[in-house]
């Protein structure tokens, strides 16, 4: 079973970029990975992704034009570019991955905190 790890959450002030990191324990054979995250208190929800084979990418409304999903074949890992932070996107980041367009995502990290303050 593939193993996913997050890094490079942190404390940012508004207006500032993180980078975060999703990789794999091993060789990916899935369809797509995806970020989600969870405010504190709410439930987790869907923030982008992106196909492994040909790159196709999505998001959320609330983050598109800010966050930007890429990912690197080589090393089995996907990132997660944030610009233009602001508190509203504080929460908890998770990755996972789906084996196909009509399976749900599996196989979750531990998640790595994202905290912007005012």
């Known amino acids: 079973q593939v193993q996913l790890e997050e890094s490079g959450g942190g404390l940012v002030q508004a207006g500032g970029s993180l980078r975060l990191s999703c990789a794999a324990s091993r060789a990916l054979v899935r369809y797509a990975l995806g970020w989600f995250r969870q405010p504190p208190g709410k439930e987790r929800e869907f923030v982008a992704a992106?196909?492994?084979?040909?790159?196709?990418?999505s998001y959320a409304d609330s983050v598109k034009g800010r966050f930007s999903i890429s990912k690197d074949n080589a090393k089995n890992t996907i990132y997660l570019q944030m610009n233009s932070l602001k508190p509203e996107d504080t929460a908890v980041y998770y990755c996972?991955?789906?084996?196909?367009?009509?399976?749900?995502?599996?196989?979750w990290g531990q998640g790595t905190q994202v905290t912007v303050s005012e």
């Open positions: 992106i196909t492994w084979l040909f790159g196709i990418k």
């Open positions: 996972a991955a789906r084996s196909s367009e009509y399976s749900d995502y599996a196989g």
